[in-house]
């Protein structure tokens, strides 16, 4: 897991390290600035923009560091130089012990037509709430229009470090040196699409910061013992397929099948089961009598149009159809449990507005799972696990627009189930199965991208 820490995350961070293990906070704005002066090309004139804040006294420390490595630097500020406090206050008056001078301007513009080298923007950091105006936003509108490269001190000006949406103007970097561990404007978009390249800079903290926001990592799956049996990777049951929407359980049986379980059973509306057997003969298919039959480890229903889910005490995913109006509730109460809704489908599902923002899917997301032992996986870009007795999202990074086609989440269901009869609980399934459903499209041009296209790239994924 890669954590996303909001602003009051970090700063408990930096204050344990600072009053609890005993770092002076100078020591700390000195790794930053180090750590972000080794992002520069060696040698080049820097243009530094220092605001008001902390994030000015790293400024005007990589300033500082950077004339005594002999390269011409110029600090520029937003109002009254005399006005920085605290560590920003020690910072300038060591930046002008150097000789060093801060400058005003009030036509950022024609200023910067002139600037060569990169600019550094240490305007705005984890103190940055609201949309840049007047002179901060000038200098943003400036150089974006300029093409110059721009260094971010901890985070682009105009971002707020804990959220995913961009509340304004941005003054958009080409690299960000990230202070420590990565924002939740680091991990999410579309604040992430205005970082560029980033960098984490490390920081003397005494411990691995840590938040309620992480983004997935590629999964570590055990290996196969030598000796293993289709017996050894569980059986899944699917209960999906009706007329004229075969293709949903086929689907669904192929990505249970493609990340490795032993064996798949497809209970299907008898006139479907001819279609569905001819497709995926790897599977065994059989007409829907009204009981799941022995042996199952995990069921899936709802592909296909199923809408009524099966008396079953087992694991189970709930998907598509069966993803009624008004019984998320249930479904989360229930142990061993995962539901795969799309954000039209959540918000049926637990009677809220359809979550159309990141951090609106967030704070839905939260407002449903928390002290609830069911696992959501909330579909789309960036699809969010939450649940399973955990309070902590996680954040799925892998995938693109390819993804949005119909059938994308019949495979990505029984991927869920296929992960679960193997032995992983139920919210690491989840998580699993969403990470490799999106790096299997990262493989994949798109549009025009198939879930079965998905399909045959997953056993090389997980080979790898």
């Not at 600090?75 to 920003?88: F, R």
């Not at 509108?141 to 490269?149: D, K, Q, R």
């Not at 800079?201 to 992480?214: Q, Y």
């Not at 579909?379 to 059938?407: C, E, F, M, Y």
Request: some cysteine.
């Amino acid at each position: 897991m890669i954590p996303l820490l909001t602003a009051a995350e970090m700063r408990a961070a930096e204050r344990q390290a600072i009053e609890v293990w005993g770092v002076p906070s100078l020591v700390l704005q000195e790794h930053a600035a180090l750590g972000s002066l080794r992002l520069l090309p060696p040698g080049v004139p820097l243009e530094i923009l220092a605001g008001p804040g902390n994030n000015g006294g790293d400024a005007l420390a990589l300033a500082r560091l950077a004339r005594l490595e002999g390269r011409t630097v110029r600090v520029w500020s937003l109002g009254d130089p005399g006005a920085w406090q605290g560590d920003a206050a020690h910072q300038a008056r060591l930046w002008q012990g150097l000789g060093g001078t801060v400058e005003r301007c009030a036509d950022p513009s024609g200023e910067v037509r002139a600037w060569r080298g990169w600019a550094v923007d240490g305007l705005f950091g984890l103190g940055s709430t609201r949309p840049l105006s007047g002179e901060a936003a000038a200098w943003a509108a400036a150089l974006n229009a300029s093409g110059l490269p721009v260094l971010a001190l901890d985070l682009p000006s105009g971002l707020d470090p804990s959220r995913a949406e961009v509340p304004g103007e941005v003054l958009r970097a080409t690299r960000t040196a990230c202070f420590g561990a990565r924002k939740v404007c680091h991990g999410l978009l579309p604040a992430r699409g205005w970082c560029g390249e980033i960098t984490v800079v490390p920081i003397p903290l005494d411990r691995e910061p840590s938040g309620a926001l992480s983004l997935l990592d590629r999964p570590r799956l055990a290996p196969r013992d030598w000796d293993a049996h289709k017996g050894s990777f569980g059986h899944v049951g699917i209960r999906a397929g009706s007329l004229g929407m075969s293709g949903a359980a086929v689907l669904a049986a192929k990505g249970a099948l493609r990340v490795g379980v032993g064996l798949v059973t497809v209970l299907c509306e008898p006139e479907v089961r001819a279609e569905i057997a001819a497709q995926v003969p790897e599977a065994m298919v059989r007409p829907w009598q009204g009981t799941v039959p022995e042996g199952i480890d995990v069921l899936l229903a709802g592909p296909g149009g199923i809408s009524k889910v099966p008396a079953w005490d087992g694991p189970l995913v709930v998907d598509a159809s069966a993803l009624r109006e008004g019984e998320g509730p249930r479904w989360m109460d229930r142990p061993g449990t995962a539901l795969t809704p799309h954000p039209g489908e959540f918000a049926r599902l637990f009677g809220l507005p359809r979550p159309l923002l990141m951090d609106e899917r967030l704070a839905q997301a939260r407002q449903v799972s928390v002290g609830r032992a069911g696992v959501l996986l909330l579909k789309g870009a960036q699809s969010v696990v939450a649940g399973g007795g955990r309070d902590d999202l996680w954040i799925n990074p892998t995938g693109h627009p390819g993804l949005a086609t119909g059938g994308s989440g019949d495979l990505l269901a029984g991927m869920v189930a296929g992960f679960r009869a193997q032995g992983l609980p139920m919210r690491g399934a989840v998580a699993a199965a969403a990470w490799f459903h999106g790096a299997a499209a990262d493989r994949l041009p798109g549009p025009g991208l198939l879930p079965s296209d998905l399909a045959d790239v997953l056993p090389e994924l997980l080979r790898a």
